[in-house]
T-cell receptor, first 111, second 116 residues
Framework: DAKTTQPNSMESNEEEPVHLPCNHSTISGTDYIHWYRQLPSQGPEYVIHGLTSNVNNRMASLAIAEDRKSSTLILHRATLRDAAVYYCILSPSGTASKLTFGTGTRLQVTL | GAVVSQHPSRVICKSGTSVKIECRSLDFQATTMFWYRQFPKKSLMLMATSNEGSKATYEQGVEKDKFLINHASLTLSTLTVTSAHPEDSSFYIC????????????FGPGTRLTVL
């Protein structure tokens, strides 16, 4: 499986934008980039996914580099409820693909 | 969004007993369900992939006779930890997939197992 690299932790002030980076230099052409997050003592939650183009949804935006070797999850206005571990995961297209979780980025949001 | 539940949310058992954890997709039919284990301060580790009506596929190093998985219907999968020992104490999380070409996994809230 292609590997992703994320910073261990990041901090943000509430109401400010947060850019969470992910490097995936060995990504293959069929790999989708998925982002999940896990709040404390809960199961992970889907955030967003993309292949080549930038993506937006109600939770976040995903900016994908032109060479697809990196991506950035953007939370436009961080709130205290966004404090979580954010996982960037590559998964080939196809039904029921396995997700391999790395260590993720622990995001702290302060007032 | 799709909702996945787990029961129980928390269980404490004695060493040597068996514990069953249920995972249900509440508002969709899940072709595939996954079982993960997470130790404190660690990431999720996939234990097995379960397809409705067929045997589960276990990840390397996961004992299939110890962690019995049954996926009898499109909305229910169960994980039974047999002859539990203290080292089996962990956070067990299931997820369910709709089985579409570009899959999102919907995760349950997790079950905290403590073996005394």
């Amino acid at each position: 499986d292609a590997k992703t690299t994320q910073p261990n932790s990041m901090e943000s002030n509430e109401e400010e934008p947060v850019h969470l980076p992910c490097n995936h230099s060995t990504i293959s052409g069929t790999d989708y980039i998925h982002w999940y997050r896990q709040l404390p003592s809960q199961g992970p939650e889907y955030v967003i996914h993309g292949l080549t183009s930038n993506v937006n949804n109600r939770m976040a935006s995903l900016a994908i580099a032109e060479d697809r070797k990196s991506s950035t999850l953007i939370l436009h206005r961080a709130t205290l409820r966004d404090a979580a571990v954010y996982y960037c995961i590559l998964s080939p297209s196809g039904t029921a693909s396995k997700l391999t979780f790395g260590t993720g980025t622990r995001l702290q949001v302060t007032l | 969004g799709a909702v996945v539940s787990q029961h129980p949310s928390r269980v404490i058992c004695k060493s040597g007993t068996s514990v069953k954890i249920e995972c249900r997709s509440l508002d969709f039919q899940a072709t595939t369900m996954f079982w993960y284990r997470q130790f404190p301060k660690k990431s999720l580790m996939l234990m097995a992939t379960s397809n409705e009506g067929s045997k589960a596929t276990y990840e390397q190093g996961v004992e299939k006779d110890k962690f019995l998985i049954n996926h009898a219907s499109l909305t229910l999968s169960t994980l039974t930890v047999t002859s539990a020992h203290p080292e089996d104490s962990s956070f067990y999380i299931c997820s369910a997939s709709l089985g579409r070409a570009i899959d999102t996994q919907y995760f349950g809230p997790g079950t905290r197992l403590t073996v005394l």
